[in-house]
């Protein structure tokens, strides 16, 4: 059971909340973007450029228990600030690692700004799923995830209008040109390109870090006696949950933190649109996250139709995962353009995995809650494994083939969602 808060409170909660998901939205999905960017700044491998996300979703696994320890001891609300204020680090330290061209700091500043996101994630899930009765958690999580993959769709356009605005052939072409000394100046340029975005990032982060410490937000507790922080007890049905998070994770990382590559890769023909005077090419790669979150926000919106009033979270969860091994099997018998279209059709598919997947893992676990809700977030590794994976898999075949990965990921949803949810569930 929770604390009871007035409607209206919980009403302005949820809008800092949103906010907050926009933010980690926003950075989280930078991703897409960084890998290419970084795989021609610092001349890596497909797969080497991938260990961007393992740094970044790393951090979940490695900070998940510790951060959990914050949460219980300075609660829901302290936690979010001082998350963002990790964040913020993470974000400075990209300047000397564009200054440096060194990819490792890279990597640092990518798992010290996924150290600051665990913080915020494992206080604003729980806390968003404890603002109201349990069967209405997946839509008011998903009301926070239209936020989150918004920011996702803007962060693609704005940062690949600053980093990716030429094309890899272009790139090519201007440094077949130039000799050693010359080449290193050119990356060394191009790699500076990310100091003012993220200064501008850090700027943002600290405002919000300090609008979260005084908005005087509702706190949330459990009336359930605290319980020895131990994973002993845990019920089957949330370790499954654990397991589903990770493939799912997995999933949804490779999908939209490669198809900006993958659009890349197939060098599609410029196909220009005309809006409000504008000409915009529309298979312009930088755009390609931004179709993915576009898809993940439809699929929001579908579930806050839907869910809990027509179909339980537990069945939404079900048909979408049957639905994403339809577009994967698609997008794999298909190619070119009609390829990337169907992964494209995976951000519908994703968007109701996370926030079905929560609550039926944590449904009834009663004091157990915070050790479940830092093994969910450690769960988000799948993405740090996945990713390279997908990447070896890229330069062992093509692109096209490794999004045979994808298979086995959302298999395992669909089993938790039939069958796994349920077991050893009082």
Aim: with cysteine.
């Amino acid at each position: 059971m929770t604390q009871q808060h007035s409607s209206k409170s919980q009403v302005f909660a949820l809008v800092i909340v949103g906010v907050l998901f926009f933010i980690f939205g926003f950075v989280t999905w930078l991703n897409g973007t960084l890998i290419p960017f970084l795989k021609i700044a610092c001349e890596l491998t497909t797969q080497q450029a991938f260990f961007v996300a393992t740094a970044f979703y790393f951090a979940y696994f490695v900070m998940a228990i510790p951060v959990s320890f914050v949460l219980k001891y300075t609660g829901f609300v302290n936690s979010m600030s001082m998350g963002l204020i990790v964040m913020m680090l993470g974000s400075l330290l990209f300047i000397p690692a564009a200054y440096s061209r060194e990819y490792w700091v890279f990597l640092v500043a990518l798992f010290i700004q996924g150290t600051g996101l665990t913080l915020l994630q494992t206080a604003v899930n729980p806390y968003v799923a404890l603002l109201g009765p349990v069967e209405s958690a997946a839509k008011r999580i998903s009301i926070m995830g239209v936020a989150n993959k918004l920011a996702g769709a803007f962060s693609g356009i704005i940062l690949g209008s600053i980093l990716l605005a030429k094309s890899d052939s272009e790139i090519k072409t201007d440094l077949s040109f130039l000799d050693a000394a010359q080449k290193a100046l050119y990356l060394d340029d191009l790699s500076q390109k990310v100091v003012g975005p993220y200064l501008l990032m850090a700027g943002v982060l600290l405002l919000l870090a300090m609008m979260v410490r005084f908005a005087r937000l509702p706190e949330i507790s459990s009336d359930e006696p605290a319980a020895r922080f131990s994973a002993k007890g845990i019920p089957t049905y949330a370790w499954l949950g654990v397991v589903a998070l990770f493939f799912y994770v997995g999933a949804e990382v490779v999908v939209g933190d490669s198809v900006i590559l993958y659009g890349r890769y197939l060098n599609p023909d410029p196909s220009f649109i005309n809006i409000f005077g504008f000409d915009i090419n529309i298979l312009n790669p930088s755009y390609f996250t931004s179709y993915v979150m576009a898809g993940m926000i439809i699929g929001y919106f579908i579930g806050i139709a839907l869910i809990p009033k027509v179909i339980s979270q537990q069945k939404a969860l079900q048909l979408f995962s049957i639905s994403a091994l339809i577009f994967t099997t698609c997008a794999l018998l298909s190619n070119g353009i009609a390829s990337l279209f169907f992964i494209a059709l995976l951000g519908v598919s994703n968007s109701v995995m996370w926030p079905a997947i929560w609550p039926l893992a944590i449904e009834k676990t009663g004091n157990k809650m915070p050790i479940i809700s830092a093994l969910l977030i450690m769960g988000i590794i799948g993405g740090a494994i996945m990713s390279p994976v997908f990447g070896w898999l890229a330069d062992l075949w093509n692109m096209h083939q490794a999004y045979v990965l994808l298979i086995p990921c959302y298999f395992f949803v669909l089993f938790f969602a039939t069958k796994g949810h349920k077991i050893n569930k009082q």
